[in-house]
């Protein structure tokens, strides 16, 4: 398994829809994980942050399940300024003590279309 | 602005040539990461420091490329002779601790023609 791996996408999707990416890990010691949102041609920008069972912030909800290793990011009533690519994050420790560096899926797009 | 920039934004340059790439952090932010990313593919890590100590590097990070932090403020990230295969966008983000949230900058585009 690779360390992150996402949903392939695109994803076009209607205004108003709800839509869902899934995201799985390799690593089950992995402890945080991360939705971040990158507009095109643009630097990622963190969206959610995953510390337990999930998290929830107004129309975005982030789910994890730690037996299957999976990351899941819901989306509910699509904007159109939600299209982007949603990329999930897994961070890992290096070889050095305090060693911290983030693993990134290669992302999903999302169109969301009026 | 307050938050990670990065310069040039933009370079196109021809094999052979070297360049360098700034990063400024977040003001008071310990932690710096080099990261690249290329078209349809996440940003992959490739170096961080921590103040002005670089303590890892990934294996991407070929002796062709060095970077530098030496005041403990803003970085450098130098490619020498480079190869069309260094196309890419070259990330900077720093973050207050190990495991604070990761700010990065608008990166530098280069193209190697």
């Known amino acids: 398994r690779k360390e992150v791996e996402q949903d392939p996408g695109p994803f076009n999707v209607p205004e108003g829809a709800t839509v869902a990416f899934n995201c799985t890990y390799s690593?089950?010691?992995?402890?945080?994980f991360f939705w971040y949102r990158q507009d095109c041609r643009k630097e990622p920008k963190l969206l959610m942050s995953?510390?337990?069972s999930g998290n929830e912030d107004g129309r975005f909800t982030a789910q994890l399940n730690r037996a299957s290793q999976y990351i899941s990011l819901l989306i509910r009533d699509s904007k159109l300024s939600d299209s982007a690519t949603y990329l999930c994050?897994?961070?890992?420790?290096?070889?050095?003590?305090?060693?911290?560096?983030?693993?990134f899926g290669k992302g999903t797009k999302l169109s969301v279309i009026p | 602005d307050t938050g990670v920039s990065q310069d040039p934004r933009h370079k196109i340059t021809k094999r052979g040539q070297n360049v360098t790439f700034r990063c400024d952090p977040i003001?008071?932010?310990?932690?710096l990461y080099w990261y690249r990313q290329t078209l349809g593919q996440g940003p992959e890590f490739l170096t961080y420091?921590?103040?002005?100590?670089?303590?890892?590097k990934s294996r991407l990070l070929s002796d062709r490329f060095s970077a530098e932090r030496p005041k403990g403020s803003f970085s450098t990230l130098e490619i020498q002779r480079t190869e069309q295969g260094d196309s890419a966008m070259y990330l900077c983000?720093?973050?207050?601790?190990?495991?604070?949230?990761?700010?990065f900058g608008p990166g530098t585009r280069l193209t190697v023609l």
């Open positions: 690593n089950s010691a992995s402890q945080s």
């Open positions: 994050v897994v961070p890992r420790s290096g070889s050095g003590a305090g060693s911290y560096q983030l693993t």
């Open positions: 003001s008071e932010h310990n932690r």
């Open positions: 420091f921590q103040n002005e100590a670089q303590l890892e």
């Open positions: 995953v510390y337990s």
């Open positions: 983000a720093s973050s207050l601790g190990p495991t604070d949230t990761q700010y």
